[in-house]
């Protein structure tokens, strides 16, 4: 019989709907049950795309006798995410206070009243890798709930108390940061840069886009030795990406992140998130040195996404997920099974010359090609992860053939199979459509519309803003997530900002005032339900029965930005946009609020940098008069400029008019005079 999950619309909580734990969804009647039966109350967090979460459902959940132990003493809750990025926010920094680390699945046991009295993540069903077999822990909290309560409850208030302490304002207007928070962000990223492979740090390793966007924008801001420091770093970052197997060859768009230093073993889902950071971070690098294969694999992303992950409704799925069915018949989902190869797979669809080329591109073997270190476990024994290992050049000489012929032979093999892998048990989609991610996708597909010259993008773009505005805005309050139905939860400062950064791209792309009126309505309700005085940004206040669990200022550029830097950002622009200084005033106190991580952690916090940046420098105003010529748009849209905005101005002759400040430039309508001024606004 399925449990009261059954009627929710999350993916991730319905494909716990037949557990024989008696799950609830969060809600206020949960919590009045566990205190009705004097309970403790067992909350689970995760998403439907994530892989330890199916492997404790499939150790813990799905176990009879353990699911006995947990409706014994607990009332047991499930929570998306995904859905609910508040809560996840909120118990996360217990788990990450009382335990050191964080991951999903969440596990965390509260109170009636949803205070965090034990935390922690994965456990397995016996003792394990260092845990505590998770059937005994449940029965020892049980134990302890009813023995020694007053003990575990002092030390849940010790630990609520620090973090309300650590999350309180500080009551000093801080300075703005100084200018050498930007030299401090770069030297970081040289001290903890991977010269041999790209990225930063050692494996596992996070693409984390806004790190080398950062770097693109400071390079712009320096030039010199800088900025060609900078460039480095992100060069070889984005070029040993795209060739790892962390980035689908076959078939576009970029796995979770690398289990090891050489971008080789991917933790394989696919977030919509980092499709559409990496898009744009691809697209930015393409304008700021050039380098075709960085268009290339920008479009790759967009091929993935359009063809994959795009719904009905013209909006985009959340995610894709790293396990599925090796086949139609198998019984167990293998993690990377849709991904991988065998060698005898290439040589049984290829013929032997086409697959000894491919093999040798990609690094196929009979043994499988992860290393010992990218696969403790064995798992992928005898499988391998496409990677590019040998460059046509090497390929060429090893085969005797031109290189034209070997891009040939590739381009044939690889669409075999692609075709070949189609046909294989499809991963699980979440088909959830959320807010934020959303926005991040669409900033990136009119960011490529615009500098692809690509109408096809802007009309994807288009599409999924009309959804999000007839089923995810009311004219007064914006929503957060949509499958079937439009989800319960509010949208959140992610979902605000990253869509009014979307309406800004796309507005600079086609010039419809009509999106500059909706983002001023976005951040008018933005501002209404999370704006907080005291902390100088938006905070979310996730609450029960009427009290607040926690008040969280999120401050961390991590696998997403934070959504009080991107609100700094579009604010920056708005004020240019619609002069309208107030904006200005408000992403100053965020960006002083902001003042201690830019000076001890900058390598945390890039978006806020790159604020910090726009508000010394200053926002430029492009604004574009009547109907230019085909070589000026080009023109336009070649170069990186990370400090301008655009507007369309009324119309008349064919203009470019360039404003800084209070003061603008006399109008041109020619490529040449807009290559002159480029250096004074990069």
């Not at 960085?294 to 091929?303: G, Q």
């Not at 190869?341 to 009979?366: G, K």
Request: glycine content about 8%; proline content about 6%; some cysteine.
């Amino acid at each position: 019989m399925p449990n009261a999950l059954a009627s929710e619309s999350s993916p991730y909580l319905l494909q716990h709907a037949h557990n024989p734990v008696n799950w609830l969804p969060w809600s206020e009647q949960a919590f009045a049950r566990a205190k009705a039966q004097d309970q403790l109350v067992f909350l689970s967090i995760g998403y439907s795309t994530c892989h330890w979460c199916h492997v404790m459902e499939r150790e813990s959940f799905e176990n009879d006798a353990i699911a006995a132990v947990m409706n014994e003493h607990f009332v047991c809750i499930k929570v998306d995410r995904e859905e609910r990025p508040d809560l996840d926010a909120t118990y996360m920094a217990f788990v990450q206070a009382t335990t050191g680390q964080g991951g999903w699945p969440m596990s965390v046991w509260l109170t009636p009243q949803g205070k965090p009295v034990v935390g922690g993540t994965y456990f397995p069903p016996e003792d394990r890798y260092g845990r505590v077999g998770f059937p005994k822990l449940c029965a020892e909290i049980g134990r302890l709930w009813q023995d020694d309560r007053r003990k575990m409850l002092e030390s849940s208030e010790k630990i609520m108390a620090h973090l309300r302490q650590e999350a309180a304002p500080e009551g000093v207007l801080q300075r703005l940061p100084a200018a050498k928070v930007f030299g401090d962000f770069i030297d970081r990223c040289e001290s903890m840069f991977d010269a041999g492979w790209g990225g930063w740090g050692n494996a596992p390793k996070f693409p984390r886009p806004a790190v080398p966007r950062l770097l693109l924008q400071l390079a712009a801001r320096y030039g010199g030795e800088e900025a060609e420091a900078c460039l480095q770093m992100v060069d070889r970052t984005l070029k040993t990406m795209a060739a790892g197997g962390m980035h689908d060859q076959l078939g576009g768009g970029f796995h979770r992140y690398s289990v090891d230093r050489y971008w080789h073993v991917p933790h394989y889902e696919k977030m919509l998130y980092d499709q559409g950071q990496l898009a744009l971070l691809y697209l930015e690098a393409f304008q700021s040195v050039g380098d075709d294969s960085f268009r290339t694999t920008a479009e790759d992303i967009f091929r993935y996404v359009l063809g994959e992950m795009k719904d009905a409704t013209g909006a985009f799925h959340a995610a894709e997920d790293a396990d599925s069915l090796p086949a139609a018949d198998s019984t167990e989902k293998l993690e990377g099974a849709f991904w991988t190869w065998t060698a005898e797979e290439i040589f049984d669809l290829l013929d032997p010359r086409s697959a000894a080329i491919f093999c040798a591109a990609y690094r196929v073997t009979a043994e499988g090609n992860a290393r010992p270190e990218s696969d403790p476990h064995g798992e992928l024994e005898g499988r391998n992860t496409l990677y590019r290992a040998m460059s046509h050049e090497g390929l060429t000489a090893q085969f005797g053939m031109t290189e034209d012929e070997i891009a040939v032979s590739l381009q044939a093999s690889s669409a075999i199979l692609l075709q070949a892998r189609a046909q294989r048990p499809l991963p699980h989609r979440d088909d959830k459509i959320v807010t934020a991610w959303n926005g991040l996708m669409i900033e990136a597909l009119a960011t490529g519309a615009r500098v692809l010259a690509r109408p096809d993008l802007l009309a994807a773009a288009t599409d999924a803003l009309g959804f999000i505005r007839r089923e995810l805005w009311d004219g007064a309050q914006l929503w957060r997530s949509y499958r079937g139905k439009r989800g319960a939860a509010p949208g959140f400062p992610a979902d605000h900002a990253c869509l009014i950064s979307a309406l800004i791209a796309i507005h600079a792309a086609d010039g419809l005032t009509s999106w500059l009126d909706w983002a001023v309505e976005i951040q008018a309700d933005l501002d209404d339900r999370y704006w907080d005085a005291e902390h100088a940004g938006y905070v979310l206040k996730p609450q029960l029965a009427g009290a607040t669990l926690l008040t969280i200022r999120e401050d961390y550029d991590g696998a997403e930005p934070a959504a009080n830097h991107v609100a700094a950002v579009n604010l920056l622009k708005l004020a240019v946009l619609l002069d309208e200084p107030a904006y200005t005033t408000r992403a100053e106190a965020m960006i002083r609020a902001g003042a201690r991580a830019a000076a001890t952690q900058p390598f945390a916090v890039p978006v806020l940098l790159g604020a910090l940046d726009l508000l010394e420098r200053g926002v430029v105003k492009i604004e574009i008069a009547g109907s230019l010529s085909d070589d000026l748009t080009r023109a336009l849209d070649q170069p990186y400029l990370p400090r301008a905005v655009r507007i369309r101005g009324a119309a008349g002759p064919g203009q470019v008019i360039v404003c800084e400040g209070m003061a603008c430039r006399p109008p041109l309508d020619t490529v040449a005079a807009w290559r002159e001024m480029l250096p004074n606004i990069a």
